[in-house]
């Protein structure tokens, strides 16, 4: 898996081509389960990806007690605080909490791009084992305060868009990205899953295993598309992205 630090990344907004910046904080030596805390390559496609989804259409109308987007695994939340800008919304970013003052920074990094844009990130700590339990701090505070994590009006919430990207890298991430699907997920047609993962042969397998799960609880898949990253990554492994919704019972 591709990663940087330390870096800040253009993303694009619209089919124009207009862009706004996005910038990472150094994130020192924070790591969960052994990984560090780095900006995998997913996380750039699917950010660059979300002007070309219908993301934006669901936005309008979201009730109180709906996350409008929620980011799985976030890392340094590019994807989350792309969102939030783009589609002029609320973003709740969540990792376990070892990653937190991670995405703390960043939200304080990116504070004034997110307003000017009409949008909103808010950390939180989200264990795939236990989907039901999201405990959040308010956006506001210090990275030191976050990462205490303070309950939320969230904290039960149902998401109306979820994001994930470089999730799918072991055998059992596809029953367990599943499961937080299956209890975050807003019930209904506007709902969506939006995912993005490199296409390198040892994660085929999972690949292929996530969405046959998928399909099993009654998701579908309504759009995809295959991009690769620029060469400042070293790498020529595609990657892919996809979104899913709840099949249609009509």
């Not at 605080?81 to 703390?104: Q, R």
């Not at 989907?131 to 919430?157: C, F, I, M, N, W």
């Amino acid at each position: 898996m591709s990663t940087r630090t330390r870096l800040s990344f253009d993303i694009k907004i619209n089919r124009e081509g207009r862009r706004i910046t996005i910038h990472i904080s150094d994130p020192g030596n924070l790591q969960a389960d052994n990984l560090p805390l780095s900006t995998w390559g997913s996380a750039e496609v699917l950010a660059n990806a979300l002007h070309q989804t219908e993301g934006g259409t669901l936005m309008s109308t979201i009730p109180d007690d709906v996350i409008p987007v929620l980011e799985l695994g976030a890392g340094t939340g590019i994807a989350g605080l792309s969102a939030a800008a783009i589609w002029h919304t609320t973003a709740v970013l969540t990792d376990l909490p070892p990653i937190l003052p991670g995405i703390a920074a960043n939200v304080a990094l990116n504070r004034t791009l997110l307003a000017e844009y009409g949008g909103r990130a808010v950390c939180g700590s989200l264990d795939w084992r236990q989907p039901a339990v999201l405990v959040t701090g308010d956006g506001e505070d210090s990275a030191s305060e976050q990462t205490k994590a303070h309950p939320s009006r969230y904290s039960h919430s149902k998401a109306r868009l979820i994001l994930a990207a470089d999730t799918i890298y072991s055998e059992e991430h596809p029953e367990l990205l599943c499961n937080v699907v299956m209890a975050r997920m807003e019930p209904g047609p506007e709902s969506r899953v939006l995912l993005c993962y490199p296409l390198r042969v040892g994660y085929l397998d999972f690949i292929r295993d996530l969405w046959e799960t998928f399909e099993a609880v009654g998701l579908e898949c309504s759009q995809e598309g295959r991009e690769t990253i620029d060469a400042s990554w070293d790498e020529d492994t595609p990657y892919e992205w996809c979104v899913w919704k709840w099949r249609s019972t009509d």
